[in-house]
T-cell receptor, first 117, second 113 residues
Framework: AQSVTQLGSHVSVSEGALVLLRCNYS??????LFWYVQYPNQGLQLLLK??????LVKGINGFEAEFKKSETSFHLTKPSAHMSDAAEYFC???????????????FGKGTLLTVNP | DAGVTQSPTHLIKTRGQQVTLRCSPK?????VSWYQQALGQGPQFIFQ???????QRGNFPDRFSGHQYPNYSSELNVNALLLGDSALYLC????????????FGPGTRLLVL
């Protein structure tokens, strides 16, 4: 069974500082990996996804993530935090059938990012 | 282009009642998935519908059932509500194609008293 572990339920950074949110996964097949962001009282918005192309994936709002197979990691980074980045971030792995069609997403428990002025 | 829409936005029910939540997928999408997000947790997969059939199901009891209509919209039904069913219910839609992304709606917040 696939699973996702997000290290750190709460990360606090200063505005302008580096953002690093950690995600490790377990999967018996090459995974599809995703980062979603959830603002208060809203649904999930896709930040970026890895689908076995380039290992460094660039997403929206200046975020990027690097797939490291040897470390089974997919950490999310942003060089300079902005106040508007304060939200909850979820890492997810896709449970792919043999045909490669997306089926369910398995999510981590989330990391709440706060940005201090 | 409208995204994924869900109704109602909020709902209050009492234990033992039944509830129906509705979802309209993003234009061009034919697959609908439902997730339950308890407070402070990540979303948990309930089931996925494609071509009006339940294609995959998560670890949820039979009290949770669904339906997909020919226009691809979907319903989630929960019978015999328990206090533990209080959560945000998220609908996600996608195209049934390789590497397609699931797009989420704003959710329905259900409170069971």
């Amino acid at each position: 069974a696939q699973s996702v572990t997000q290290l750190g339920s709460h990360v606090s950074v200063s505005e302008g500082a580096l953002v690093l949110l950690r995600c490790n996964y377990s999967s018996s097949v090459p995974p599809y990996l995703f980062w979603y962001v959830q603002y208060p009282n809203q649904g999930l918005q896709l930040l970026l996804k890895y689908t076995s192309a380039a290992t460094l994936v660039k997403g929206i709002n200046g975020f990027e993530a690097e797939f490291k197979k040897s470390e089974t990691s997919f950490h999310l980074t942003k060089p300079s935090a902005h106040m508007s980045d304060a939200a909850e971030y979820f890492c997810a792995v896709s449970d792919r059938a043999s045909g490669g069609i997306n089926y369910k997403l398995t999510f981590g428990k989330g990391t709440l990012l706060t940005v201090n002025p | 282009d409208a995204g994924v829409t869900q109704s109602p936005t909020h709902l209050i029910k009492t234990r033992g009642q039944q509830v129906t939540l509705r979802c309209s997928p993003k234009s061009g999408h034919d697959t609908v998935s439902w997730y339950q997000q308890a407070l402070g947790q990540g979303p948990q997969f309930i089931f996925q519908y494609y071509e009006e059939e339940e294609r995959q199901r998560g670890n949820f009891p039979d009290r949770f059932s669904g339906h997909q209509y020919p226009n691809y919209s979907s319903e989630l039904n929960v019978n015999a509500l328990l206090l533990g069913d209080s959560a945000l219910y998220l609908c996600a839609s996608s195209r049934d194609r390789y590497q397609e992304t699931q797009y989420f709606g704003p959710g329905t917040r259900l409170l069971v008293l």
